[in-house]
């Protein structure tokens, strides 16, 4: 039998233990330490006291064993930073504010991390209403400053402290995205720094800034981006709850969904609504950046469809003072602070997603099997949660080619996660995947399954995530590698683009 690539690795490994010169002037965490300190890099390697601090992320099912992580303070230091890597054969990658749910961040054991907390400038060109935002910024902040200096907004994902650039690129969902589009649409431009330290800016209309939506990370280090942002025309908002009565059977949160959808796909529901519906209490929440009595005019009708299936269902509605007090209610009390908030605790988890078109929507049956695959969970060391975000709105007029990841006429975002308690059981991932699969499978019956870059399995194959991501554009995608990361620097994560297959 010939050896296993594991038994391979295990002998070198062997081999380097016994060398440790050899090993200094090759890859390990030596070598490039020292290049690193030659190029006069603040950085940290796992025998500092900053280690914890520099490796925190959200999720700790992902091991985080970076051969280090830099404090980049400028631009040269990037560079010099890539100028080690590339001699050390050493992947690359980024890390904001570590809330990758797939703890993308450190990526793959080995690489050296760059951490662009440091890329903090924000700037407004009031001729172009665009923000231009430096890749070490988080929305909190962000939003502020945009507020409080402009009165304007962007739409961005829910979490203050989430960082701009990696939500953005990975597509970003907010309660403003049925009005302005996703995050990831509203980008105008992104400014990177490619493998050889060169510095390029993907500009409307460019691959690379295709490519940045969707897939960004894969291609080099965002160092900041230009922004489109919106004006608020009413400053005020409503949030609201709608229950369908205790304990709805499957069937009855089954038809109301399905209500629901209706009533999105037949325009009856303004942009200017937010609509989260939950797996759990089978409640819908959400926001209404409108008036009270256009809030009304639209819900009306809806809720008395609804109540022909459940007939106890109530609405509260809560109208708030200011768009603002509702981008605090939305997204965090970090939206007031000049930090964004803190990381959090970390999570044991696993996150899966899938995206409902307008052309091939939820059939009753598939609905519930959502209800039932989640409901169904059978033991206490993982719990589950999840939602259908309401998509619809803008990206009824986006087609699946505007952007690398394909989100023409998404209509629902679902999303299930399982949370380990205080660990993660060692078949958690297998175990969250097969009990969502009667629900999974009823999709592929419909059409092929879509899938949504932030809240993607980690633990699909290529085929299987690269179609549900990308679709038909994977393959530019993969050219897109091949011209801007011929040397894979950027690979060293689970979702990142592979260079094209080419016959040989
Ligand atoms: C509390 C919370 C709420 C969330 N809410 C939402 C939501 O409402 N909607 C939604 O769509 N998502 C949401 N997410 C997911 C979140 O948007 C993504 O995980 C996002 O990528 C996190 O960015 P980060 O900088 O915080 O994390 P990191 O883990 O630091 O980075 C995430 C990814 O982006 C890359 N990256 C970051 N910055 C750069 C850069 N400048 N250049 C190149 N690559 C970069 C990293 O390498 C990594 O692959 C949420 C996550 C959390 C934890
Ligand atoms: C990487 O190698 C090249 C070629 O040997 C050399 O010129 C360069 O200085 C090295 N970079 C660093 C940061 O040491
Ligand atoms: C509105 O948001 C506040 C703050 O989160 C919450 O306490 C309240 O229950 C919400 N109201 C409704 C009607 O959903
Ligand atoms: C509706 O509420 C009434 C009174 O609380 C209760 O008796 C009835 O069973 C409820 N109906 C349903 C369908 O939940
Ligand atoms: C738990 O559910 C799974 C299916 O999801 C099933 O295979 C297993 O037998 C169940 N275990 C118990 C203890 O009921
Ligand atoms: C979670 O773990 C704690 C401590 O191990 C335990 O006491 C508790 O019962 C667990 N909860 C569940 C739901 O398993
Ligand atoms: C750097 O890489 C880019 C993308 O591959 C390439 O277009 C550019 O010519 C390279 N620059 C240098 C100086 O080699
Ligand atoms: C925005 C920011 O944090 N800038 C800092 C980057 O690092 C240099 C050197 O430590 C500081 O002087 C800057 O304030």
Redesign the pocket.
């Known amino acids: 039998m010939a050896p296993t690539r594991s038994f391979i690795l295990q002998v070198v490994s062997s081999l380097l233990y016994l060398s440790p010169e050899w090993v200094l002037a090759q890859t390990s965490p030596g070598g490039i330490a020292t290049c690193l300190q030659g190029e006069g890099l603040q950085f940290s390697t796992s025998s500092d006291t900053t280690w914890t601090t520099a490796t925190a992320?959200?999720q700790l099912r992902v091991l985080r064993e970076p051969s280090a992580v830099v404090f980049a303070q400028d631009r040269d230091d990037i560079v010099a930073a890539l100028s080690c890597a590339r001699n050390a054969s050493v992947k690359v990658?980024?890390?904001?504010?570590?809330?990758?749910?797939q703890g993308?961040?450190f990526?793959t054991p080995g690489n050296l991390v760059i951490d662009?907390k440091n890329f903090t400038a924000l700037s407004f060109d009031a001729s172009t209403n665009e923000l231009t935002v430096g890749?070490?910024t988080?929305v909190g902040p962000t939003a502020k400053y945009l507020w409080d200096n402009h009165h304007r907004h962007f739409p961005h994902?829910?979490?203050s402290?989430?960082?701009m650039?990696?939500?953005m690129?990975?597509?970003?969902?907010?309660t403003t995205t049925r009005m302005f589009g996703s995050?990831m649409d509203n980008l105008a431009s992104v400014e990177y720094m490619l493998a050889n330290g060169s510095l390029v800016t993907a500009g409307a209309g460019s691959d690379l800034l295709w490519a940045a939506q969707g897939a960004?990370?894969s291609f080099?280090?965002?160092?900041s981006a230009k922004i489109r942002t919106h004006a608020i025309v009413h400053d005020g908002a409503l949030n609201y709850t709608i229950s369908l009565g205790s304990d709805p059977s499957i069937d009855t949160v089954a038809s109301a969904l399905l209500r629901i959808q209706e009533f999105a796909l037949d325009n009856q529901l303004p942009d200017e609504l937010s609509l989260r519906f939950m797996l759990g209490n089978a409640q819908s929440v959400g926001y209404f950046y409108g008036q009270e009595a256009a809030f009304d005019r639209a819900m009306t009708p809806l809720l008395d469809s609804l109540r022909s299936i459940a007939p106890n269902v109530t609405l509260r509605k809560n109208v708030l003072a200011s768009f603002w007090e509702s981008e605090v209610i939305s997204t965090g009390i970090g939206m007031n602070s000049p930090t964004g908030g803190t990381l959090?605790a970390g999570r044991f988890m696993h996150i899966q997603s899938w995206v409902a078109t307008s052309d091939n929507p939820l059939s009753a049956k598939q609905a519930s099997s959502l209800f039932e695959s989640h409901r169904s969970r059978n033991r206490t060391d993982l719990t589950n949660s999840g939602f259908l975000d309401l998509w619809a709105g803008t990206s009824l007029r986006t087609a699946d080619s505007d952007t690398s990841l394909h989100q023409g006429k998404n209509l629902w975002l679902i999303r299930v996660d399982g949370v380990g308690n205080g660990s993660w059981p060692t078949d958690g991932v297998s175990y969250m995947q097969n009990l969502m699969r009667p629900f999974t499978d009823s999709l592929r019956v419909t059409g092929p399954l879509r899938s949504?870059v932030?809240?993607a399995d980690s633990d699909l194959d290529l085929d299987e995530w690269s179609a549900m991501l990308y679709g038909s554009n994977f393959a530019r995608l993969q050219e897109i590698k091949a011209a801007m990361d011929p040397s894979e620097m950027f690979s060293g994560?689970g979702h990142a683009i592979p260079l094209p297959s080419r016959a040989w």
């Open positions: 992320a959200l990658s980024t890390v904001n504010r570590g809330h990758s749910f993308y961040a990526g662009l890749g070490g988080n994902v829910r979490g402290h989430v960082g650039l990696g939500s690129m990975g597509g970003g969902f907010g995050p960004g990370p080099g280090i965002a160092l959090g949504f932030n809240y994560y």
